[in-house]
């Protein structure tokens, strides 16, 4: 049984680009959320999906967007990158319990290098 | 707002020693959930336990242990006889109830070292 897995590993990208980031959640799970996370701190919530729409959201700004498909798997989306989006963003899965708070299930994460 | 902090930054221990993490929370809401997560070096976090806020037993789980106690918004983390594979980061979140985990609220970790 497949875990949580993200795509690519690691990214170096120059300020003002556009990157994508893929997260496939754990088989069975329903809900993805996006998590930055920059050294030294724990993961900030950025947004979370579920049934191919935006839920809940964290403090980011629009530049941060996201999708997610019929499939359950989803995407982030960052344009205009900034130095201060260097970080690790870690994908979570979870599944709906119809209001009951479940277990994360985190992927091993991507790490994007800004510069 | 809903703020957990871990005043560790970091811990030291030599294998063996018991070691407990602290961590503090502050929300508003009167049913939450709590949760441990540890960090290895690969970066993946790993679920340890959730808590919700009508639950204060202690919970144990082989070397692990957990005390919750509401009166003064802890919910701090022992590990037992320490080993040199419980080296790695430690985080505490805080979650609202009837959401799904996913909109944690993190502390920013303690850094535990195990040395042989």
């Known amino acids: 049984d497949a875990g949580v897995t993200q795509s690519p590993t690691h990214l170096i990208k120059t300020r003002g680009q556009q990157v994508t980031l893929r997260c496939s959640p754990k088989s069975g799970h329903d809900t993805v959320s996006w998590y930055q996370q920059a050294l030294g701190q724990g993961p900030q919530f950025i947004f979370q999906?579920?049934?191919?729409?935006?839920?809940q959201r964290g403090n980011f700004p629009d530049r941060f967007s996201g999708h997610q498909f019929p499939n359950y798997s989803s995407e982030l989306n960052v344009n205009a990158l900034l130095l201060g989006d260097s970080a690790l963003y870690l994908c979570a899965s979870s599944l709906n319990g119809q209001g009951s708070v479940g277990e994360q299930f985190f992927g091993p994460g991507t790490r994007l290098t800004v510069l | 707002a809903q703020k957990v902090t871990q005043a560790q930054t970091e811990i030291s221990v030599v294998e063996k020693e018991d070691v407990t993490l602290d961590c503090v929370y502050e929300t508003r809401d009167t049913t939450y959930y709590l949760f441990w997560y540890k960090q290895p070096p690969s970066g993946e976090l790993v679920f340890l336990i959730r808590r919700n806020s009508f639950d204060e037993q202690n919970e144990i789980s082989g070397r692990y242990s957990w005390n919750f106690q509401k009166s003064t918004s802890s919910f701090n983390f022992t590990i037992t006889a320490s080993q040199v594979v419980d080296s790695a980061v430690y985080f505490c979140?805080?979650?609202?109830?009837?959401?799904?985990?996913?909109?944690?609220?993190f502390g920013d970790g303690t850094t535990l070292t195990v040395k042989p």
């Open positions: 979140a805080l979650s609202e109830a009837f959401t799904h985990a996913g909109k944690s609220t």
């Open positions: 999906y579920y049934e191919e729409e935006e839920r």
